[in-house]
């Protein structure tokens, strides 16, 4: 055997090192495998990934640091002494030696070892390097023996060492419970290190990434689990920089390897749309003024024609959940109900709760019934609200108010609507007739705490009627405790441990004068966008707190209003996020998919 290997490398090494000579290959070859100018190269990639990049980019530049210490020192202090393998230049008078005869021992290649560790720990983190990273590996490390440095068996055991380094320090980072990961590279700067709280998935793959940040932005980011195991994703694009329409278009895309990697499988021209399945079928539903629903027969291969299911109407919405009840799909769309005022239109919103038969045509409006329409301002007397602090500013019914300059606060209002339905027998509102549905939504108070809340009532003839509603003390409720429901939140029911999961934004300091904040604080006080939470709930009222599912690190680089499914024992998490580079916390340049493994376990 050892005959047979020293015959190959023989062969190789005559081939590389003899045959190929020539004067041109000699420079490109002894400037690639230069120290120096290795040195430098990875000097500037980490350099910039400090600078540049957020938490993600300093994680990648410490592996790098560690990863490539670990592997060089142990190849030439460990591996080398130990084999004591000549170079081939040093036991051959070889007249092809472009940086001489000298060097310590051969095996195993450093070059290859560390090229290959870089290779591993990029391509990990960005999949679209893989290819070019291993030819430049694949590349030094044949120039090694072109050199007459080393043997092709000593590249690839470098290679293989190298490989192996870079996933042992991978495989450490993920396990690093009592410090995980992009907390500690976070601990280096912007985040503080300790505490008992840690972010469960802060680690992310990038779905998407926006060709320019400053025009371009993600919007409403929306997820479903197929019975295949797919998983089906949306997203919006919107801003000045989009061609044509500013208002944008959406993206479906999908992963079959739990989201490691994404195929873009078309775009559409409507936004703030959410995936679901019906009846076999994928749907992707959202608006462009008008309701607009496209579908797949082929689990998101190819897609319908986009159709209305409006006519000349205003629709607002957001990837909120969806509900399956009694052969039925139910989900919420916002219609704008008054064209008076002048500011954003919370306060005209109408939550219109849509329910559709199951193994129907979800592309016609004829299977489709719509609940009636109770804008905000119509159920909602502003003056008769006191004594919890609604609302935080005193607002004009129809525009805006600007407590700070370039800091407005619209008419208070309702959006961005989840619907639940309450199963416990003991609640107070559990419906033993399964006619009652409720909607929890966005308030748009100024403050922070509260969820807006409505219900909608099935009638015995199908006809679905939204109104406020009541306490055993006669009371009508407009707002039920919800921790993030100053921001789109999504909510769950987990059939399994019967339990209501919530995804929402964590507020921090709201009590913070709005013309003290920082500059990076996008909007009002309210409006913190870096942390995503996730809290659990046996009655949709009482919340304990799950973790933090990801955090950015400034103000401006944001993980919100993020979409969530559930698949076996995980939770999949698709966020509208940001970097430096993004505009602000609220037009955030990236969408990542987050996975919370093993999610039921944060029950206690």
Same mark, same amino acid.
């Given at each position: 055997?050892?005959?047979?290997?020293?015959?190959?490398?023989?062969?190789?090494?005559?081939?590389?090192?003899?045959?190929?000579?020539?004067?041109?290959?000699?420079?490109?070859?002894?400037?690639?495998?230069?120290?120096?100018?290795?040195?430098?190269?990875?000097?500037?990639?980490?350099?910039?990934?400090?600078?540049?990049?957020?938490?993600?980019?300093?994680?990648?530049?410490?592996?790098?640091?560690?990863?490539?210490?670990?592997?060089?020192?142990?190849?030439?202090?460990?591996?080398?002494?130990?084999?004591?393998?000549?170079?081939?230049?040093?036991?051959?008078?070889?007249?092809?030696?472009?940086?001489?005869?000298?060097?310590?021992?051969?095996?195993?290649?450093?070059?290859?070892?560390?090229?290959?560790?870089?290779?591993?720990?990029?391509?990990?983190?960005?999949?679209?390097?893989?290819?070019?990273?291993?030819?430049?590996?694949? $590349?030094?490390?044949?120039?090694?023996?072109?050199?007459?440095?080393?043997?092709?068996?000593?590249?690839?055991?470098?290679?293989?060492?190298?490989?192996?380094?870079?996933?042992?320090?991978?495989?450490?980072?993920?396990?690093?419970?009592?410090?995980?990961?992009?907390?500690?590279?976070?601990?280096?700067?912007?985040?503080?290190?300790?505490?008992?709280?840690?972010?469960?998935?802060?680690?992310?793959?990038?779905?998407?990434?926006?060709?320019?940040?400053?025009?371009?932005?993600?919007?409403?980011?929306?997820?479903?689990?197929?019975?295949?195991?797919?998983?089906?994703?949306?997203?919006?694009?919107?801003?000045?920089?989009?061609?044509?329409?500013?208002?944008?278009?959406?993206?479906?895309?999908?992963?079959?390897?739990?989201?490691?990697?994404?195929?873009?499988?078309?775009?559409?021209?409507?936004?703030?749309?959410?995936?679901?399945?019906?009846?076999?079928?994928?749907?992707?539903?959202?608006?462009?003024?008008?309701?607009?629903?496209?579908?797949?027969?082929?689990?998101?291969?190819?897609?319908?024609?986009?159709?209305?299911?409006?006519?000349?109407?205003?629709?607002?919405?957001?990837?909120?959940?969806?509900?399956?009840?009694?052969?039925?799909?139910?989900?919420?769309?916002?219609?704008?109900?008054?064209?008076?005022?002048?500011?954003?239109?919370?306060?005209?919103?109408?939550?219109?709760?849509?329910?559709?038969?199951?193994?129907?045509?979800?592309?016609?409006?004829?299977?489709?019934?719509?609940?009636?329409?109770?804008?905000?301002?119509?159920?909602?007397?502003?003056?008769?609200?006191?004594? $919890?602090?609604?609302?935080?500013?005193?607002?004009?019914?129809?525009?805006?108010?600007?407590?700070?300059?370039?800091?407005?606060?619209?008419?208070?209002?309702?959006?961005?609507?989840?619907?639940?339905?309450?199963?416990?027998?003991?609640?107070?509102?559990?419906?033993?007739?399964?006619?009652?549905?409720?909607?929890?939504?966005?308030?748009?108070?100024?403050?922070?705490?509260?969820?807006?809340?409505?219900?909608?009532?099935?009638?015995?003839?199908?006809?679905?009627?939204?109104?406020?509603?009541?306490?055993?003390?006669?009371?009508?409720?407009?707002?039920?405790?919800?921790?993030?429901?100053?921001?789109?939140?999504?909510?769950?029911?987990?059939?399994?441990?019967?339990?209501?999961?919530?995804?929402?934004?964590?507020?921090?300091?709201?009590?913070?004068?709005?013309?003290?904040?920082?500059?990076?604080?996008?909007?009002?006080?309210?409006?913190?966008?870096?942390?995503?939470?996730?809290? $659990?709930?046996?009655?949709?009222?009482?919340?304990?707190?799950?973790?933090?599912?990801?955090?950015?690190?400034?103000?401006?680089?944001?993980?919100?209003?993020?979409?969530?499914?559930?698949?076996?024992?995980?939770?999949?998490?698709?966020?509208?996020?940001?970097?430096?580079?993004?505009?602000?916390?609220?037009?955030?340049?990236?969408?990542?998919?987050?996975?919370?493994?093993?999610?039921?376990?944060?029950?206690?």
């Amino acid at each position: 055997m050892t005959s047979l290997l020293q015959s190959i490398d023989d062969a190789v090494f005559h081939f590389l090192n003899h045959t190929l000579a020539n004067p041109v290959l000699d420079k490109i070859v002894k400037l690639a495998a230069d120290r120096e100018f290795m040195a430098a190269l990875v000097g500037l990639i980490i350099f910039v990934l400090l600078w540049k990049g957020g938490p993600r980019e300093r994680l990648v530049a410490v592996l790098l640091i560690g990863c490539l210490a670990f592997t060089d020192l142990t190849v030439h202090y460990v591996l080398k002494p130990i084999f004591q393998r000549l170079r081939p230049c040093q036991i051959m008078i070889l007249k092809h030696a472009p940086e001489g005869h000298g060097g310590s021992y051969s095996f195993p290649s450093g070059h290859a070892a560390n090229t290959f560790g870089i290779a591993v720990l990029l391509s990990c983190y960005y999949r679209r390097l893989l290819k070019p990273t291993v030819i430049f590996a694949t $590349f030094i490390a044949i120039s090694r023996i072109y050199v007459g440095k080393h043997y092709l068996t000593d590249i690839v055991a470098g290679a293989v060492y190298g490989t192996a380094v870079a996933t042992l320090f991978l495989w450490l980072t993920r396990r690093w419970r009592d410090l995980p990961s992009s907390d500690f590279i976070l601990s280096l700067g912007k985040r503080p290190p300790g505490g008992a709280v840690q972010p469960l998935a802060d680690e992310f793959v990038t779905v998407l990434e926006s060709p320019d940040p400053k025009t371009i932005y993600y919007c409403s980011p929306g997820v479903a689990v197929l019975e295949s195991g797919r998983i089906v994703a949306t997203a919006g694009l919107r801003g000045p920089g989009m061609e044509g329409d500013a208002r944008g278009h959406g993206i479906v895309f999908t992963s079959d390897d739990r989201g490691k990697t994404w195929d873009r499988r078309t775009d559409f021209p409507f936004t703030h749309a959410r995936p679901f399945v019906a009846g076999g079928s994928v749907y992707v539903l959202g608006q462009m003024d008008d309701l607009t629903i496209m579908r797949s027969d082929d689990d998101g291969e190819t897609w319908s024609e986009p159709v209305t299911l409006t006519d000349g109407e205003r629709w607002h919405a957001s990837a909120t959940n969806v509900l399956y009840a009694k052969g039925c799909v139910y989900l919420v769309m916002e219609k704008r109900a008054h064209m008076d005022c002048k500011a954003w239109g919370p306060s005209v919103l109408a939550p219109v709760l849509l329910r559709g038969t199951i193994g129907e045509d979800l592309t016609k409006r004829e299977s489709w019934t719509f609940a009636s329409v109770l804008a905000f301002r119509d159920a909602v007397p502003t003056e008769a609200l006191d004594y $919890f602090g609604v609302p935080f500013y005193e607002t004009p019914p129809k525009a805006a108010y600007t407590p700070a300059p370039g800091r407005g606060c619209a008419p208070i209002g309702w959006l961005e609507t989840n619907v639940v339905q309450i199963v416990d027998p003991d609640h107070y509102w559990y419906d033993p007739d399964g006619r009652t549905f409720h909607l929890l939504m966005r308030a748009h108070t100024g403050g922070t705490g509260y969820a807006a809340v409505a219900k909608v009532v099935e009638g015995k003839d199908g006809s679905m009627t939204t109104m406020l509603e009541t306490m055993p003390s006669g009371k009508k409720a407009a707002y039920v405790p919800c921790p993030g429901g100053q921001m789109r939140f999504h909510i769950l029911y987990d059939e399994t441990d019967k339990l209501y999961w919530l995804l929402s934004t964590q507020a921090t300091d709201s009590m913070t004068r709005a013309e003290r904040l920082d500059a990076e604080r996008y909007n009002l006080p309210n409006n913190e966008r870096q942390r995503l939470q996730l809290h $659990f709930s046996r009655n949709c009222i009482d919340w304990c707190f799950a973790g933090i599912v990801a955090m950015g690190p400034s103000q401006k680089q944001s993980r919100h209003y993020a979409g969530m499914a559930i698949a076996g024992d995980d939770l999949l998490v698709l966020s509208r996020s940001g970097d430096a580079r993004a505009k602000s916390a609220h037009d955030g340049n990236l969408v990542t998919f987050h996975l919370v493994k093993g999610f039921r376990k944060l029950v206690y």
